[in-house]
């Protein structure tokens, strides 16, 4: 197969994607230019010219340019996306470009929601393959779209980055929540909302499970097409039973009850049978950095790195209520409002904070309005937030990273910032 540019490509992130991208065109485009795009930094991607993203208006209006693929952490509201569109050049994505030219027949199961996504996926597929059919994950949680070899069932976890300008037909969609996220993103909350339940908004028809607060919504009843077929709920039994599993399960927190009702009707609805749905909820291994447990002498290590909003850090604290928690939060500033954290906090078993730039210091502001006794700490980073809370080790017995937000301001990525809080812990508190 080959595809035609009119013209070179211009690859903008330098990621994941962008490496999976420049490997398609490789062999679907062999001869076309390459150019690769950063806003900050050096762009590690083979076989590409950088350029700086100030050079590109020239590009487009020298009709240089016929494509550019966009990594999903960059706004299709950025100034340079603009301009390309305005210029007549094509603007797409890793995953659209899966769906125009690597789907095949495969099934597709798309997944979004402000949180519980990537254990809904992992849930989704772990159930669909005891029921030995051929699934395999991808999109925002596991391979990159063109990376994936040819399957039966594909499951993706979808962030509103990679559906605000989504092109994929899927046959199945799940919706966990919708809740304030990604302003710096999307501009403004009602575009966020709009961008993100743009997944609902499709042409053919398909089958949905939402979550229970995604079922109440206005916001995504409205965006449902009257075509779209809502999967049955399971039995009376069959709910005692999840729940009876769920219990015996690594399967964690009263949020990810739902999270199992939604895999469970997106598994049975592609086929499988209660008896092998209820063997994957008992065989789940959760995802790495989700509520991860480590026993680092007397102390319970949690790893939630991978909780990006104040909501995931609420449903991690709910999940040890009769725990005494050294909690660290703080991270990358998406303009998320956490005052309704600070009053999760007050109700809950936290009797240490530790906060770190940028986001910590509003959720430190918000729980000294609230006059919390317990213990707070600013740091400047990770190690010097553990090297403290290490000074305050009899105040408890669990101590959670859960941020509440993004890690790039300090790290490359959520897992390297897991791991540096494990590697901590075992330093400072074995």
Same mark, same amino acid.
């Given at each position: 197969?080959?595809?035609?540019?009119?013209?070179?490509?211009?690859?903008?992130?330098?990621?994941?994607?962008?490496?999976?991208?420049?490997?398609?065109?490789?062999?679907?485009?062999?001869?076309?230019?390459?150019?690769?795009?950063?806003?900050?930094?050096?762009?590690?991607?083979?076989?590409?010219?950088?350029?700086?993203?100030?050079?590109?208006?020239?590009?487009?209006?020298?009709?240089?340019?016929?494509?550019?693929?966009?990594?999903?952490?960059?706004? %299709?509201?950025?100034?340079?996306?603009?301009?390309?569109?305005?210029?007549?050049?094509?603007?797409?994505?890793?995953?659209?470009?899966?769906? *125009?030219?690597?789907?095949?027949?495969?099934?597709?199961?798309?997944?979004?929601?402000?949180?519980?996504? /990537?254990?809904?996926?992992?849930?989704?597929?772990?159930?669909?393959?005891?029921?030995?059919?051929?699934?395999?994950?991808?999109?925002?949680?596991?391979?990159?779209?063109?990376?994936?070899?040819?399957?039966?069932?594909?499951?993706?976890?979808?962030?509103?980055?990679?559906?605000?300008?989504?092109?994929?037909?899927?046959?199945?969609?799940?919706?966990?929540?919708?809740?304030?996220?990604?302003?710096?993103?999307?501009?403004?909350?009602?575009?966020?909302?709009?961008?993100?339940?743009?997944?609902?908004?499709?042409?053919?028809?398909?089958?949905?499970?939402?979550?229970?607060?995604?079922?109440?919504?206005?916001?995504?009843?409205?965006?449902?097409?009257?075509?779209?077929?809502?999967?049955?709920?399971?039995?009376?039994?069959?709910?005692?039973?999840?729940?009876?599993?769920?219990?015996?399960?690594?399967?964690?927190?009263?949020?990810?009850?739902?999270?199992?009702?939604?895999?469970?009707?997106?598994?049975?609805?592609?086929?499988?049978?209660?008896?092998? %749905?209820?063997?994957?909820?008992?065989?789940?291994?959760?995802?790495?950095?989700?509520?991860?447990?480590?026993?680092?002498?007397?102390?319970?290590?949690?790893?939630?790195?991978?909780?990006?909003?104040?909501?995931?850090?609420?449903?991690?604290?709910?999940?040890?209520?009769? *725990?005494?928690?050294?909690?660290?939060?703080?991270?990358?500033?998406?303009?998320?409002?956490?005052?309704?954290?600070?009053?999760?906090?007050?109700?809950? /078993?936290?009797?240490?904070?530790?906060?770190?730039?940028?986001?910590? =210091?509003?959720?430190?502001?918000?729980?000294?309005?609230?006059?919390?006794?317990?213990?707070?700490?600013?740091?400047?980073?990770?190690?010097?937030?553990?090297?403290?809370?290490?000074? =305050?080790?009899?105040?408890?017995?669990?101590?959670?990273?859960?941020?509440?937000?993004?890690?790039?301001?300090?790290?490359?990525?959520?897992?390297?910032?897991?791991?540096?809080?494990?590697?901590?812990?075992?330093?400072?508190?074995?």
């Amino acid at each position: 197969m080959t595809m035609q540019i009119d013209g070179a490509v211009v690859l903008y992130g330098a990621g994941r994607e962008a490496r999976s991208t420049r490997k398609f065109l490789a062999e679907v485009a062999p001869n076309t230019k390459v150019f690769v795009t950063v806003d900050e930094g050096d762009a590690d991607v083979p076989d590409c010219t950088q350029i700086l993203p100030n050079k590109l208006q020239a590009m487009f209006d020298g009709n240089q340019i016929g494509l550019l693929v966009r990594s999903a952490g960059v706004s %299709i509201y950025k100034p340079e996306l603009l301009s390309a569109k305005k210029a007549g050049v094509q603007v797409t994505t890793n995953i659209n470009l899966w769906a *125009k030219y690597r789907r095949g027949n495969a099934k597709v199961v798309a997944v979004t929601g402000t949180k519980g996504k /990537s254990t809904t996926v992992k849930l989704t597929e772990t159930m669909l393959k005891c029921a030995g059919l051929d699934a395999r994950l991808g999109g925002n949680f596991g391979v990159a779209p063109l990376d994936l070899d040819d399957h039966d069932i594909i499951v993706m976890e979808l962030s509103s980055y990679q559906v605000a300008d989504l092109e994929l037909q899927p046959d199945f969609v799940g919706f966990t929540n919708l809740f304030p996220e990604h302003i710096d993103w999307h501009g403004n909350l009602e575009q966020y909302y709009l961008d993100k339940m743009n997944l609902l908004r499709r042409d053919k028809r398909y089958s949905y499970a939402l979550g229970m607060q995604a079922t109440v919504n206005q916001k995504v009843q409205a965006n449902l097409p009257k075509f779209a077929n809502e999967l049955p709920p399971p039995s009376a039994e069959m709910v005692a039973a999840l729940h009876g599993t769920m219990r015996q399960s690594k399967l964690k927190g009263p949020h990810n009850a739902d999270n199992m009702m939604i895999a469970a009707k997106l598994a049975l609805g592609l086929g499988a049978s209660e008896d092998v %749905i209820l063997q994957g909820l008992k065989s789940f291994a959760p995802p790495a950095h989700r509520l991860e447990e480590h026993k680092v002498g007397k102390l319970t290590i949690v790893d939630d790195s991978i909780s990006t909003t104040p909501e995931a850090t609420k449903a991690a604290l709910a999940t040890y209520p009769e *725990k005494r928690i050294g909690l660290i939060v703080g991270g990358f500033d998406r303009e998320q409002d956490y005052h309704d954290l600070a009053l999760e906090i007050k109700n809950s /078993s936290v009797t240490t904070l530790a906060y770190l730039p940028k986001t910590g =210091h509003r959720l430190a502001e918000a729980i000294s309005e609230l006059n919390l006794d317990i213990t707070v700490i600013e740091a400047e980073n990770l190690t010097t937030a553990m090297c403290e809370l290490a000074k =305050h080790r009899d105040q408890f017995d669990t101590l959670i990273l859960s941020p509440a937000a993004p890690s790039y301001n300090q790290f490359r990525d959520y897992i390297e910032r897991g791991e540096m809080f494990v590697a901590l812990a075992n330093k400072l508190f074995a």
